[in-house]
């Protein structure tokens, strides 16, 4: 409620009201004014009868209401203190997200015994817009006193209860109860659950208890969650000796690796609860915001609304001592469950991905897809908390890419015994290219040889049997230069046209302007899998209208490089998956990039490939360090030998 946790007023004893549920909305209260200006009537002729001044005495203080000043406002009425604190209690209890007041161009005479003479009614109209419910308008009206013996210098607002809402009596407040539905889980193929709800851990510092910091500070730092101790120690030196400081909340597993070692020191303390949590595919699936429950990032802000729901809310008055609901002002109806999100992964191969990824413990992504339909099985990041590399990465695919670049050679009239040559370096406009470890296999290389040792001389070489827009063309039949339509963000490859001898042979190699996620990696062997591009989809309820490629590979380049990626495994640079069962077809990637824009060159390890005799293609990369064969392979095979 963003007061105690008691009630609505920090004075006021628990009731009724607690039970509903409402949702804080952070920040500072957003609030406009809107002011309709008016020629109010002069009464006796020309002479000034103080109604322009009861007028301006009226909107300052609403303007003030408006403006969040509840203390500004109050010092315009004759009781300051009751004004504020019924102001403050209104809102906080109300969270509007705009007020706006307009105030009426004819106020009249105020009638009371008690009311001075001269004394005005000034009616306006309040327009709260308010979670749940959208604008919510009432009539009511200030009436406006002028000083004493008339002074009509110091007008002030008699104040009562009723101004702020004319059904309101005293000792009364205004409160907005909103009732938001469970959030609906994100589910896997089979209904399991992706996101849903799971135990966390609050852990906090009781510093009366604290009897040994340096102890604390050196447990928390042994979760290698990013928690910054030095501040955490300045935090508590400035609490209070009973307040709870809070520290991180985790997740249950980690929580129960370091329980031992985190009970043992006098002064934490730890609460359970329960949160919507990612369970598999965290990147992916996303987070939600801490303080407003809302999805913050992947599938759950995508899908926030659907997951959400709608929520019902109520505008009531309650007594500000008990909390109990005295009136309903205002209720809006209608409030609907969230409706799940149904993806395509497959828990099993998630898993499989998940754990291959986890034992090497390197920032990487792996990725699988069904052929056949291009649905998606699997996208596993690593960190598993960290960036959605596996859709969104923009990374050279290095050799990968020569499945492309060897489709373009196919689809020209080459054939897999056409001599290549594979010299040990090619020199480009003054830049020289080499293999990886500056092998060479000699002028008789075949395009078979020359892809299976994964060649990058032999194909540089031979750039000038590729035009430029024939890459690209390649390209496009394995979905590059799409605009695909997941039902999740990504990124859907990049290929531009090469524009000098130099870029075209980098390209040919997947280096230079050639970008793609590992999504767009696995669907490159899909393709050569199935035969056709098939474009991948995460969420089919949201991907009904799917991308195609303008062309597709003729059967015999699709043919010849099953062939190809199958021999690069069983006898070429693949060879990490020789032992794996269901005839796997790969290919190698080590795409070189500037690490710290210094010159100082690192690179990625890529492997992508199919079930020869299963429908599933994928993708794995390794950033920072490595090569396709060494260090990608291997989790490539134990990821296939997990399935």
Known sequence: MGNDAAGWDSDRRPGSWRTYRTKVIAGAVAVTVLAVGAVLLLRGGDEDDGSDEAVAQARGFLDAWAAGEPARAAARTDDPEAARSLLESVTENMRPEAVAFTVGDDPAEAEGGDLPDGAFTVPFTAAFTLEGVGEWTYESSAVVMPGEDGDQDGWTIAWESALVHPRLEEGQTLVLSVDSPERAPILAADGSQLAGPATVWEISVW?????????????????????DTDALADRVAEAEPDQAVPVITLREAPFREAEDALRAVEGLQFTEGTRPLA???????GGLDPESGAGASGLQERYDEQLAGTPSAAVVIADRESGDAVDTLYAQEGGEAGAPVRTTIDPAVQRAAEEALADVDREGSLVALRPSTGEVLAAADWPEDGFNRSFQGQLAPGSTFKVITAAALLEGGAGPDEVLGCPQTVTVDGQPFENQGRFELGPGTTLHDAFTASCNTAFIGNRDRIAPEALVAAAEAFGFGGEWNVGAASFDGSVPVPDSDNALAAALIGQGQVQASPLGMAAVAATVADGTFRQPVLVPDAAEERYEAPSRLSEGTAETLRALMRDTVTEGSA??????????????GTAEFDAD???????????IGFLGEGDLAFAVVLENGGSGGSDAGPVAAAFLNAL
Do not use: C, F, H, Y
């Open 597 to 607: 824009g210094d010159g100082e060159t690192s690179t990625n390890a890529w492997m």
């Open 575 to 588: 060879s990490a998956l020789a032992d794996v069962a269901g005839a796997p077809g790969a290919k190698t």
């Open 279 to 285: 369970l598999a595919a965290r990147p992916l699936v």
């Open 207 to 227: 510093p009366a208890q604290l009897s040994d910091p340096d102890a604390a500070w050196e447990a928390l730092d042994a979760l290698d969650a990013g928690i």
